[in-house]
């Protein structure tokens, strides 16, 4: 089945040490979505890339950065985690930026910090 | 600016019985879509139902459907015979308006228990 996969599915970093999550996709979609989830949260929206086009929400701290090295690839780079940063991270994607599109969801990586 | 409502923050519901999860939403833009996702413990977060603001019809998918009032600006959620795998968070979520269409806006999720 198409699908989109995170990896790994539990990370344990130490603070300040830099840290990639990585996403793949299997259903050819344009868009790539990274959110944020604390604990008993809505997700929240990092960026997210429209074909090779980023785009950085707002608030998004710059200790945040993202790669899309082709259509099927995504990379989240943490450079130096804070205890903050500890969430559980879910990459989403979807066919084109309508507001019609429904967005797809990996299984989420759970970050911890220590 | 958009905004989704979920008023419930949780909801225990006897097997075998329907459920209702409420769900407001505010946009100034006539064109957007409403959906619900699922996320149980585990974390996946699944979707389930999409409703377009143009249908005329409620969605529905197997057990779930949507019971859209567009002049209310509500939402609900309706699962028909619950089951014990229906325990999870249940977010509602908006795309469209005058944001853009690439945000997905959430609510705040309501906790959905089964009970046996």
């Known amino acids: 089945d198409a699908m989109v996969i995170q990896n790994p599915r539990y990370q344990v970093t130490q603070f300040g040490k830099p840290v990639t999550l990585s996403c793949s996709q299997t259903l050819n979609h344009n868009v790539m979505y990274w959110y944020q989830q604390k604990s008993s949260q809505a997700p929240k929206l990092l960026f997210h890339?429209?074909?090779?086009?980023?785009?950085n929400e707002a608030d998004t701290p710059d200790n945040f950065q993202s790669r899309r090295p082709n259509t099927s690839f995504c990379f989240l780079d943490i450079r130096s985690p804070g205890l903050g940063d500890a969430a559980m991270y879910l990459c989403?994607?979807?066919?084109?930026?309508?507001?019609?599109?429904?967005?797809?969801f990996g299984d989420g990586t759970r970050l911890s910090i220590l | 600016a958009q905004k989704i409502t979920q008023t419930q923050p949780g909801m225990f519901v006897q097997e075998k019985e329907a459920v209702t999860l409420d769900c407001t939403y505010d946009t100034s833009d006539p064109s957007y879509g409403l959906f619900w996702y699922k996320q149980p413990s585990s974390g996946e977060m699944i979707f389930l139902i999409y409703q377009g603001s143009y249908d005329q019809q409620n969605a529905t998918e197997g057990r779930y459907s949507l019971n859209f009032q567009k002049a209310r600006k509500s939402a609900n959620l309706v699962i028909s015979a619950s089951q014990l795998g229906d325990s999870a968070m249940y977010f509602c979520a908006m795309r469209g308006g005058i944001q853009g269409a690439q945000k997905l806006v959430f609510g705040q999720g309501t906790r959905l228990t089964i009970n046996p």
């Open positions: 890339y429209y074909d090779k086009d980023f785009n």
């Open positions: 989403a994607t979807s066919r084109d930026p309508s507001g019609h599109q429904p967005q797809h």
